[in-house]
Structure formats: C-alpha cells, structure tokens
C-alpha cells in the first residue's frame, strides 16, 4: 500500500518561499511519478507539478511556472516543491500523489494521495 505524507504548509507573506515534503513508502521510487496538486476553497483540484523519479523530467502548470521546482531525493523516498514569489492565489491544500505505472498526465486518476498541507499567502 502506498503511503505519502505532506509536510512544510504554513502561513506566508506574498513574495515568500515555502518548501513542501512528500515523504513515501510502498512503491519502487527510484521508478514512479510523482506529482503536486492543489485545492483552493471552492475550486476544482489542479495539477501544479509532476515529476519521472527515473529521468527526473518534469512538468508545471503555467501558473507557476518559473516560481516553483519540483525535486527528488531517491536516497529518503521523497519529493520536494520549492515554491518562490508566492501569491495570494497560490493559497490552498496542496497534496502529493503518486504511482509506478501512471504518467504525469494521467495521475490525477491515482488511488494514492496524501492528506495534503494548508499553503496561505497573505497579501
């Protein structure tokens, strides 16, 4: 059974930085994608980040592009989202998902996801 955990939400000033954790368990790592979705009150969940843990490519939604990087550390089964210059509209409950066989494109449709983190830009 995969297993993730998010961690490292909090309280920001716009134009600040955070960096959000997904620690996981119960997949081959080095060879799965992983990716970021969001949240906002009263809106549809969005993909932010993808990455192929085996060729480290990676995909952002245009929103962030520029502003966020998403990493790997295959050594502690986790992934990293390093989020510069957030935004008031960046704010929301941001969840990692995961899974060995479904490509970045196709991974909203995944079984595995965390309880996600709170991410609040004051303005």
Same mark, same amino acid.
């Given at each position: 059974?995969?297993?993730?955990?998010?961690?490292? /939400?909090?309280?920001?000033? !716009?134009? /600040?930085?955070?960096?959000? =954790?997904?620690? !996981?368990?119960?997949?081959? %790592?080095?060879?799965? %994608?992983? /990716?970021? %979705?969001?949240?906002?009150?009263?809106?549809?969940?969005?993909?932010?980040?993808?990455?192929? =843990?085996?060729?480290?490519? &990676?995909?952002? !939604?245009?929103?962030?592009?520029?502003? %966020?990087?998403?990493? &790997?550390? #295959?050594?502690?089964? &986790?992934?990293?989202?390093?989020? #510069?210059?957030?935004?008031?509209?960046? &704010?929301?409950?941001?969840?990692?998902?995961?899974?060995?066989?479904?490509?970045?494109?196709?991974? !909203?449709?995944?079984?595995?996801?965390?309880?996600?983190?709170?991410?609040?830009?004051?303005?």
């Amino acid at each position: 059974e995969v297993h993730l955990v998010e961690s490292g /939400g909090g309280l920001v000033q !716009a134009g /600040g930085s955070l960096r959000l =954790s997904c620690a !996981a368990s119960g997949l081959p %790592f080095d060879d799965a %994608f992983i /990716g970021w %979705f969001r949240q906002a009150p009263g809106k549809q969940r969005e993909g932010v980040s993808c990455i192929s =843990s085996s060729d480290r490519s &990676t995909l952002y !939604a245009d929103s962030v592009k520029g502003r %966020f990087t998403i990493s &790997t550390d #295959n050594a502690k089964n &986790t992934v990293y989202l390093q989020m #510069n210059s957030l935004k008031p509209e960046d &704010t929301a409950v941001y969840y990692c998902a995961a899974d060995p066989l479904l490509e970045c494109g196709l991974l !909203a449709s995944t079984n595995s996801w965390g309880q996600g983190t709170q991410v609040t830009v004051s303005s």
